[in-house]
C-alpha cells in the first residue's frame, strides 16, 4: 500500500513544527522535522570549529557524522548525534546560523536528502522544512506552505526558546529569522519557495487552533485520514 505524505514548507518561525507534529499526533503519522537534520550537521560543525560556509571543511567531515531519528512514547522526536541526545542544543540560535548555511550546500543535502525519502517510503509520514514539496516530496498528497511576517514569528519562536530555558533575547531571534528568511530563498540549492501547488496558509493574524483547523481539513479531503 502506497504510503501517505503531507509535506509543510516555509520560513523559520511559522509554526511549522508545531502544527506538524499536533497533525501526526492526530492522525497516527511520523512526524519527520527535517530542519533538525540540518541543524544537527551545523551543530557538529560549530562543535568542531569549522565556519559554517567553509565547504571544503564541511564536506571532509560529512562522513565522520552519524544522525538519527528516534520516537519516544509519546512520538516526539529525538535528534542523536553520534549517539549524543542534542534535541534541546540543536535550538539555540548559533545552531540556527548553522544550519540555515551548510543547508546551502549541496553535498550537505545530498548527504541527507536519502534518509529523508527513505522515511516516506516506509512510514505515512508529515514533513517540514525549505523544500520539501519541491525536491524531497515532489508527490506528496498534500502540500502546505506555511508563512508569517517576520516579527510574528521572531515573537513566537522567542517564547518557545524562553519556555526551554535557552538564553537568548528577541532582538537576537529576530535577526536569526531574517537572517535564514535571506539566506533560505537566495540559495541556489533547493531555494525556500512554494511548490507550484502548495496550498498558502498565512499564520500572522490566526490562532494555533484555527491553523490546526485549516490543515486537518486539507488533510481528510485530500487523504481520507
Known amino acids: 500500500m502506497e504510503k501517505r505524505s503531507i509535506a509543510i514548507d516555509g520560513p523559520s518561525g511559522a509554526g511549522k513544527s508545531t502544527l506538524a507534529r499536533m497533525t501526526a499526533k492526530k492522525y497516527g503519522l511520523i512526524y519527520v522535522d527535517t530542519g533538525a537534520l540540518y541543524r544537527s550537521v551545523g551543530l557538529y560543525m560549530l562543535h568542531h570549529d569549522v565556519a559554517s560556509k567553509d565547504e571544503a571543511r564541511i564536506v571532509k567531515l560529512l562522513p565522520k557524522i552519524s544522525i538519527e531519528m528516534r520516537y519516544d512514547e509519546e512520538s516526539l522526536q529525538h535528534m542523536f548525534l553520534n549517539g549524543a541526545d542534542v534535541t534541546d542544543k540543536i535550538r539555540i540560535p548559533e545552531a540556527s546560523i548553522y544550519a540555515s548555511d551548510v543547508s546551502a550546500l549541496k553535498p550537505v543535502r545530498a548527504f541527507l536528502l536519502s534518509m529523508q525519502k527513505e522515511m516516506a517510503v516506509k512510514y505515512d509520514v508529515i514533513m ?42 528577541y532582538e537576537d531571534v529576530l535577526r536569526d529569522i531574517l537572517y ?7 540559495r541556489s540549492a533547493a531555494p525556500l519557495k512554494a511548490a507550484d501547488d502548495a496550498i498558502l496558509v498565512d499564520t500572522t493574524d490566526i490562532g494555533l487552533d484555527e491553523c490546526l483547523q485549516i490543515i486537518c481539513a486539507l488533510a481528510e479531503e485530500r487523504l481520507g485520514l
Do not use: C, H, M, W
Open 128 to 169: 517540514d522544512g525549505r523544500d520539501i514539496g519541491t525536491v524531497v516530496l515532489p508527490n506528496a498528497g498534500l502540500k502546505i506552505f506555511l508563512t508569517a511576517q517576520p516579527e510574528i514569528r521572531a515573537r513566537r519562536r522567542y517564547k518557545e526558546l524562553l519556555e526551554k530555558r535557552i538564553d537568548t533575547t
Open 180 to 186: 535564514r528568511d535571506k539566506n533560505d530563498s537566495e
